[in-house]
């Protein structure tokens, strides 16, 4: 039986279209910055989203842990939400990286309000550590692929700018919440001093993710990311499938979100399903009954030939992407209905 996969939208693989770009492009040493194909991939990005200049990286994780590096001293904090993937998925990378501290609030469902920052900005007294940086994540991968209000983030940046402190922005899915709202790249682009966008999710590249910000900011990523270890080569095979992705596999998001929600219902109908989080974008996150652990509903879940995520004891978590087409929600929903 051919598995369906659904745990997560980085499982995608090269469509022989993105792989013929890959195979075309110029390519030379981008540690002497003289690979054509990833200027022009770091550039487009950038001018995209209304940024000077784009670094691209290996991952998502690189390119938050390069941006909080820059913008915090040791001892600073960085205000994020408990589910931020910047401080429950990247290895304690905040710590280990950058010897500063997390503030981490409640939200709703990974989404901070501009008064919940501002009344846990640490006062400025000795105790205390200096408030340096608040991170975002939209849409929310622990939150559901929740989707911020960018009314929310207005206020948020007024409150970063009222404290001298820098936004940055874990915009792994931020396509999934653009094509979603119709709100435009730039109407994010000038609210963010940094921005992460992946290019390996939704977007269907095999590697890759950019950091957006100003010059001087990129200017300083780029020597954190070599000590990171995270300068490269002939980095533009990869960088190829990013352009080729930005030009093609954005708008296709929208299908993304009405299989996912074709998803929900269809779990919904299940007796060991208790709760599913509301779906926006195209990640379906649920709770299952008291006595059923997400180990053994996703191992019962394999002997039908579907791959979810457990994603905490009692939660399950399913991802759809550019390979789960029309023809493989069929298939599940058949799947299901003999579960
Ligand atoms: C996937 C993801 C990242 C980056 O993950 P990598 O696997 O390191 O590319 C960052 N933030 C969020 C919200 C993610 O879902």
């Not at 390996?200 to 100003?214: A, E, I, Q």
């Not at 599913?276 to 053994?296: G, H, R, Y």
Request: charge should be negative; include cysteine.
């Amino acid at each position: 039986m051919k598995m369906i996969e659904l745990r997560s939208d980085t499982f995608t693989k090269p469509t022989k279209e993105m792989l013929e770009a890959m195979f075309a492009a110029e390519v030379g040493d981008d540690v002497f910055e003289e690979d054509e194909t990833v200027k022009a991939l770091e550039q487009k990005a950038a001018l995209l989203f209304g940024y000077e200049a784009g670094l691209f990286c290996t991952s998502g994780t690189m390119t938050n842990q390069i941006a909080i590096n820059v913008h915090v001293k040791q001892g600073d904090e960085v205000i994020c939400d408990k589910l931020s993937h910047v401080y429950m998925y990247e290895g304690g990378g905040i710590a280990a990286n950058s010897h500063a501290s997390v503030n981490l609030l409640t939200g709703d469902r990974g989404r901070l309000t501009a008064t919940m920052v501002e009344e846990n900005i640490q006062p400025d007294n000795v105790h205390h550590c200096v408030s340096r940086l608040v991170s975002l994540e939209n849409t929310v991968n622990k939150g559901g692929g929740a989707i911020y209000d960018l009314n929310e983030i207005r206020k948020i940046k007024e409150v970063c700018k009222k404290h001298n402190m820098a936004l940055h922005l874990d915009g792994a899915r931020i396509f999934n919440a653009l094509v979603e709202t119709g709100e435009t790249p730039r109407e994010y682009g000038c609210l963010f001093d940094s921005m992460s966008v992946c290019l390996s999710k939704g977007l269907g590249t095999p590697v890759g993710s950019l950091l957006l910000g100003t010059e001087d900011f990129i200017y300083q990523a780029r020597r954190v990311r070599k000590r990171f270890g995270g300068g490269w080569r002939q980095a533009g095979y990869l960088a190829a499938a990013g352009i080729y992705a930005l030009d093609h596999n954005i708008l296709r998001l929208k299908e993304d979100h009405a299989r996912a929600k074709e998803i929900a219902k269809i779990m919904l109908a299940h007796p060991e399903v208790t709760e599913i989080l509301p779906v926006d974008t195209n990640i379906v996150i649920f709770s299952l009954k008291e006595n059923l652990t997400s180990d053994d509903y996703t191992k019962q879940l394999l002997t039908k030939g579907i791959k979810a995520a457990p994603f905490g004891k009692h939660q399950v978590r399913m991802v759809t992407h550019l390979d789960f087409n029309d023809h493989h929600l069929e298939e599940f929903r058949k799947r299901m209905s003999g579960v």
